[in-house]
């Protein structure tokens, strides 16, 4: 596919802060959509059409990973075409599987359509260890035999009838890739397939109308039920993915933290509600200008509490960018971090730019400050990158963020599309041995 890859050469964010931004700026499709439907295009033995695909290194390795299994792919801008007519192995190999956590989405389309499926486990990453034992239980409900060996996880469907059976799942917590591995499997299961306490992130539901569009019957999502009806096959599909909604929230906060007016579109508001809801209540003003464009107005910043929950509560995709814009807020804020141990890394970048963060436990306590500094910082994960932008943006003096493999993992040209809203950044590669010792 021809997609950026990640950038070998090292390479620095040079943001000039104080910017003012202004102007209309155009939301990507979902990264966390596009990659649980690129699975699930697996289900299908045909031709798919993906429209409003984002051009991100994630959906990159995505490809790879489903090219090592068999299908052919061809990218023309936003839209992906995948003939999934022919799988030839149940093996995606563990160097392409590694490089991204949804790559592990494979397991219940490969299990489902093939009757087998050896996924090497994704592993832990910088925001937490992220066990697979979810997914592996309701994969067992239906009928699979899974075992973990040499850290490949071995799914087969004993019997002859070499289909999975619906099963009854619940889930101890809302997972939400779990939810997608069973609702792919469940698709081609003999039988209704029933989960319980399942996840209602839009990005199931977008997965759910995919499948459907493909002939397949799930019913509920979007709500703490799901129910499948499994079909004996799927057919091709032509199908459009929804805006990303961290994207968006992203770039409300840039608007807010900037004390800038912008404008963004396409977007489902209603996704937004729990993000529109805390900037409000920070003084932020949100209009919703057409059905699907929002407009950000600024206002005197107050602090406020967030809890970061599963859907409908506050993402966790936008703890980082939120504890950047309470940084620069009047008052004392606290953020608890719930879904992830490990997500809070962050905090310790943000305070070489000025913020007044503590640390307890899971939680950050940030009293507001009147104005960041710019500084080197280092990028520890994907929306702690995004953080950071929006906190040089907004900081006086130069920021200079490495470790951009992260940002490039799951934004589509957000430089690209901040200047064009007026901020003033650029990527300028480095010398390996100029750059600061990356912080463990
Ligand atoms: C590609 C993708 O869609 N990524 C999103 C997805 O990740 P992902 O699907 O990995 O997130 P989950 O909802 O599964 O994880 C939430 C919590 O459940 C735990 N857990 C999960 C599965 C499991 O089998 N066992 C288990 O203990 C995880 O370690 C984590 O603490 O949802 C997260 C929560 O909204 C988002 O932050 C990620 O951006
Ligand atoms: C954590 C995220 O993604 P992933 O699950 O792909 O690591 C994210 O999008 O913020």
Redesign the pocket.
């Given at each position: 596919m021809n997609l950026p890859t990640h950038n070998q050469t090292p390479s620095l964010l040079k943001i000039s802060g104080e910017s003012k931004l202004q102007g209309n700026v155009t939301i990507s499709g979902a990264?966390?959509s596009a990659?649980?439907i690129m699975a699930g295009t697996l289900l299908c033995s045909g031709q798919c059409r993906l429209r409003n695909i984002p051009s991100l290194v994630d959906i990159n390795h995505m490809g790879d990973v489903l090219a090592s299994v068999g299908p052919k792919l061809h990218r023309e801008k936003d839209i992906l075409d995948l003939d999934t007519q022919e799988i030839t192995t149940s093996k995606p190999p563990y160097e392409l599987v590694s490089r991204l956590?949804?790559s592990f989405?494979v397991i219940g389309p490969l299990l489902a359509r093939l009757g087998v499926a050896r996924v090497p486990l994704p592993g832990g990453c910088a925001?937490?260890?992220?066990?697979?034992?979810?997914?592996?239980r309701g994969l067992e409900a239906m009928g699979a035999k899974v075992r973990i060996e040499h850290g490949i996880v071995h799914a087969d469907i004993p019997g002859y009838k070499n289909r999975l059976q619906g099963g009854e799942i619940y889930l101890d917590?809302?997972?939400?890739?779990?939810t997608?591995t069973i609702l792919m499997a469940a698709t081609l299961a003999e039988g209704e397939t029933k989960i319980e306490n399942a996840?209602r992130?839009p990005?199931v539901v977008d997965l759910a109308n995919f499948c459907n569009a493909m002939g397949a019957n799930v019913q509920g999502a979007g709500t703490n039920t799901i129910t499948i009806s499994g079909v004996k096959s799927l057919h091709s599909v032509d199908y459009s993915i929804i805006p990303d909604r961290?994207e968006a929230g992203t770039f409300l906060v840039a608007g807010a933290i900037t004390h800038s007016e912008i404008s963004l579109s396409p977007v489902i508001p209603e996704h937004l509600i729990p993000v529109i809801a805390k900037l409000r209540a920070m003084g932020v003003k949100i209009l919703m200008e057409e059905p699907n464009c929002l407009r950000v107005i600024p206002g005197s910043l107050q602090g406020t509490d967030i809890e970061t929950l599963?859907?409908p509560g506050f993402?966790?995709?936008m703890q980082a960018q939120l504890m950047a814009l309470l940084a620069i807020s009047e008052g004392d804020s606290v953020i608890t971090e719930t879904?992830?141990?490990n997500r809070l890394r962050h905090v310790a970048e943000l305070k070489r730019m000025g913020a007044d963060i503590r640390l307890k436990g899971q939680q950050a306590i940030i009293r507001g400050v009147s104005m960041l500094t710019g500084a080197p910082v280092v990028a520890t994960d994907l929306r702690a990158s995004a953080a950071l932008v929006v906190a040089g943006l907004a900081a006086k003096g130069t920021t200079t963020i490495q470790g951009l493999h992260h940002l490039d993992r799951g934004y589509d040209n957000l430089e690209g599309k901040l200047r064009q809203l007026g901020a003033n950044l650029e990527r300028v590669t480095v010398d390996e041995a100029d750059l600061p010792l990356p912080i463990m």
């Open positions: 990264k966390n990659l649980a956590r949804a989405f925001i937490g260890a992220r066990p697979v034992d979810l997914h592996v917590y809302p997972s939400v890739g779990a997608e996840a992130e990005e961290i599963p859907y993402p966790t995709d879904v992830f141990e």
